[in-house]
């Protein structure tokens, strides 16, 4: 039992450090003089082909899927994921890779709130305690925005990049009652690569032989790498602790960024971060010590 757990919270804790590269990636890009749409391009070529390839070695049958399905995949990969990459990579070029990251991060509020209006989702005590704390962490990050003088503009292709991610994690939720978690994710992956294909054909720009290695880390690293060993974790741990343990992803950005780039980070920006980390694993935590403790009376 304890191999195991450990084995799923290392699993779960490496996936985060995958997620936590995406922004330096799409930097490290952006300096080589690539553009957003030419880096989610190959981004999502390498990394479909690279999920796929997995696939066949796990199991072909993953690959069956159902028409209603399909299109259920076309919405979340091809409108959804595809706008929420795009202002991602964005947000990064504006404002940097860790206020983009804290920013994304705020998506436990939206979500926990639209479920509520959308799916009629009952917030607990503990969540409203939770959101209070995660409000008071976006209250910090933006007195920093507005401390550094960041202009609107830039800061919103964060919060489209949040609102996106939050709608697709709503319609997730739905779409996988009825589907693989594999099957699922290849279809989104090669949806969302047919929406670099058809919206910036004409501006994927040439890339040099010397930077394909760099490409297909960008697909495998923060792309297939991060969701199969996100994946194998909660298959081993559950999705509760996952989420703890992926909660040092914005941190973990941070400190990248910093060590590579020399991001600087407000006080505040940082205060507002842990706000938001302490929100996500308090309900989380709660769960966890609420189940054990009805595992124990009926044991």
Do not use: W
């Amino acid at each position: 039992m304890h191999s195991v757990f450990f084995k799923g919270s290392l699993l779960a804790i490496i996936s985060s450090f995958c997620f936590a590269t995406l922004a330096i990636f799409a930097k490290i890009g952006y300096l080589k003089g690539y553009n957003t749409n030419t880096l989610l391009f190959y981004r999502f070529l390498f990394g479909t082909i690279i999920f796929l390839l997995y696939i066949l070695i796990k199991d072909r049958n993953i690959l069956k899927i159902s028409k209603q399905n399909l299109l259920l995949c076309f919405i979340v990969g091809f409108v959804l994921y595809g706008l929420q990459a795009t202002f991602f990579f964005l947000s990064v070029k504006l404002i940097g890779a860790s206020m983009t990251s804290f920013i994304l991060y705020m998506y436990p509020f939206t979500v926990t709130i639209l479920a509520a209006i959308v799916y009629k989702n009952r917030i607990d005590k503990i969540s409203v305690f939770a959101l209070i704390i995660i409000g008071l962490g976006i209250l910090f990050i933006f007195y920093d925005v507005i401390n550094f003088n960041i202009p609107l503009i830039n800061v919103s292709m964060g919060i489209l990049a949040m609102l996106t991610f939050t709608c697709y994690l709503l319609t997730v939720q739905k779409v996988l009652t009825k589907l693989n978690y594999y099957t699922f994710t290849f279809y989104v992956l090669l949806f969302a690569l047919f929406f670099y294909m058809v919206f910036g054909f004409n501006d994927i720009g040439t890339i040099a032989i010397k930077d394909l290695p760099f490409l297909f880390l960008l697909g495998l690293i923060p792309t297939s790498l991060g969701i199969i060993l996100l994946y194998k974790a909660i298959q081993l741990i559950g999705s509760s602790y996952v989420s703890i343990f992926s909660s040092i992803e914005p941190f973990a950005t941070l400190l990248i960024s910093f060590m590579l780039f020399k991001e600087k980070i407000g006080l505040f920006q940082f205060i507002g971060g842990i706000l938001l980390v302490f929100g996500i694993i308090l309900p989380n935590s709660y769960r966890i010590i609420y189940e054990r403790k009805v595992k124990r009376v009926y044991c």
